[in-house]
């Protein structure tokens, strides 16, 4: 009954004390920078009750699991992306904001219960070992089996990182072999520009994968070799960007808006406004300028494609952007643990704002793009458009605040040419599994292609290959696939060219033969003419 009691009673305590701190205690910093609280100046009603309880309660409890339980308690009654983040998970949390890696250097993925090494980072600890692509990982440091159809890829994950230096032993299958490794870690980068290439001989395409430390750099060297080899225009990819540090959305921002122009600002009621504008002369302020986006582009992604569409500088083509405009700063808390609180919302240049609206229901805020498929605003561009104010450009042109930013060009999610057939096969991820055994045991005939736009002329599905494509979902993934038709022959030959480019040239193969069948990529190029 006590226990009971205590659930209800002690989260509320806990958050009233933590308001009053932040009130009095604690000054927040920059949005960009880093917190942590100050001790207490005295002993507040919630310490001198879990004392009381530790020392006189008819039963051992956890203080450390109330502390947390009252903490998230409080948030939650917050914003949805104010969170505690336990200490054992801080690492995780801000590895998408680092540009290296400490690790062995390569990439997997599992087929038939089995860890299969999908490619090998040049110059990395693990070539430097001798690792090659088709190597199966049986075990790791002599004790840790890491195959079966309990695997978990976490853990795999988790086992082969360590800091740099330390050395981790692998127990690899090669050609009927067992073959013991052992590879230094070390640390290495992690390409944050997923892509960079010329379209034609004079559009570039140029895809950043986050916002996170040196991509500003990265996309300064990637624009400089663009335009050494001609480029005039640009296709910027920002889908699938979650976002990161908005000092690096900012400063990209800057090279593409000239004068002392607004890229955004931010404030809360704790915090004053702060305005970021365009400083330096740009490294592309005039050409023309195509932002794809979609419902998975947010935070400092929004905020560039914001900057450019209120400045009428970019054509923004694609779906809806995610619609988060609140800016969290990170405080260290005394256990090892943090708290990433929202400070500030920020604005776009006319004063938009473009979070989307929540409530106390996180579950109903995280199901919101679900939502939007079963509503339509995917598929049909009159219902796109989020019902918030409207602004308008310097040029006329009327955009939106209040949930996310709607682009000029609307290009809805493709999902009534897949067929149930096809979709048996990217459901269990068949074509992916099919691809990386045709190339192993087609390995010497790939190697001698020599681009990854070749694969189009010199990789053509037959029917022999359907055939063994579906004798291959019936045997590893049980999935019986009918006959195709011609018209699934064609999507599964183009998504089978692409997963082959993949396969020997990564992100680069991808996405030159990928946007070579995107309609958003295809509308960018039409809207350049």
Not at 268 to 297: A, C, M, W, Y
Not at 301 to 312: C, R, T
Not at 501 to 519: H, M, P, S, T, V
Request: glycine residues 8%; positive net charge; without cysteine.
């Amino acid at each position: 009954m006590g226990s009971k009691k205590l659930q209800v009673w002690l989260p509320i305590l806990f958050a009233l004390t933590m308001v009053l701190g932040m009130l009095i205690g604690y000054q927040l910093r920059e949005e960009t920078g880093g917190g942590r609280f100050l001790g207490f100046s005295k002993r507040t009603s919630l310490q001198e009750v879990v004392d009381l309880v530790k020392g006189r309660y008819v039963d051992k409890f956890a203080s450390d699991s109330i502390n947390q339980l009252a903490v998230n308690q409080l948030l939650s009654h917050l914003d949805p992306h104010s969170v505690l983040i336990p200490s054992s998970q801080l690492d995780a949390a801000d590895e998408h904001l680092q540009d290296n890696i400490k690790g062995i250097g390569i990439e997997f993925q599992v087929f038939d219960d089995t860890v299969n090494v999908m490619a090998v980072v040049k110059t990395g600890p693990s070539e430097k070992a001798g690792l090659e692509v088709g190597d199966k990982l049986i075990a790791i440091n002599d004790t840790v089996l890491i195959t079966g159809k309990f695997l978990k890829i976490d853990k795999v994950r988790s086992l082969l990182k360590g800091a740099a230096g330390t050395k981790v032993k692998i127990k690899i299958f090669r050609s009927g072999k067992m073959i013991d490794k052992i590879i230094e870690r070390a640390s290495f980068p992690v390409p944050i520009i997923d892509v960079s290439y010329m379209l034609d001989s004079e559009t570039g395409f140029l895809r950043i994968d986050r916002f996170a430390d040196r991509s500003y750099e990265a996309f300064m060297e990637h624009m400089g070799d663009l335009k050494k080899k001609g480029m005039k225009q640009l296709i910027l990819d920002l889908r699938g960007n979650g976002g990161g540090l908005l000092k690096e959305a900012i400063a990209i921002a800057d090279e593409f808006l000239d004068g002392d122009k607004l890229i955004v600002y931010t404030e809360g009621d704790h915090q004053p406004r702060i305005e970021n504008r365009s400083r330096r002369d740009g490294i592309f302020e005039t050409g023309k300028l195509i932002v794809l986006v979609d419902e998975s582009s947010a935070s400092a992604s929004e905020v560039l494609a914001g900057a450019l569409q209120d400045w009428d500088r970019a054509t923004i083509i694609g779906r809806r952007t995610f619609g988060k405009g609140l800016v969290q700063q990170q405080f260290q808390l005394s256990d090892g643990s943090a708290v990433r609180l929202t400070i500030a919302r920020y604005y776009t240049p006319l004063g938009r704002n473009i979070q989307k609206p929540y409530g106390k229901d996180r579950q109903e805020y995280n199901e919101e793009l679900l939502n939007r498929f079963h509503d339509g605003s995917m598929l049909k561009a009159d219902t796109a458009k989020p019902k918030g104010k409207a602004f308008k450009t310097p040029g006329g042109k009327i955009v939106y605040d209040g949930g996310g930013i709607s682009p000029d060009i609307f290009i809805p999610l493709d999902t009534s040419n897949i067929s149930e057939n096809v979709l048996r096969l990217y459901y269990r991820n068949s074509l992916s599994g099919f691809v990386y055994q045709y190339y192993l045991q087609n390995r010497t005939k790939f190697d001698k292609i020599a681009k990854p736009e070749n694969i189009l002329t010199e990789f053509i599905p037959g029917e022999k290959e359907f055939a063994d494509l579906r004798r291959y979902a019936l045997s590893h993934d049980a999935v019986t696939v009918n006959l195709f038709t011609d018209k699934e022959k064609v999507q599964i030959s183009q998504r089978l060219q692409t997963l082959m480019a993949r396969q020997i040239w990564r992100n680069e193969g991808y996405f030159e033969i990928a946007n070579k069948y995107d309609l958003a990529v295809q509308k960018g190029l039409m809207s350049l003419k």
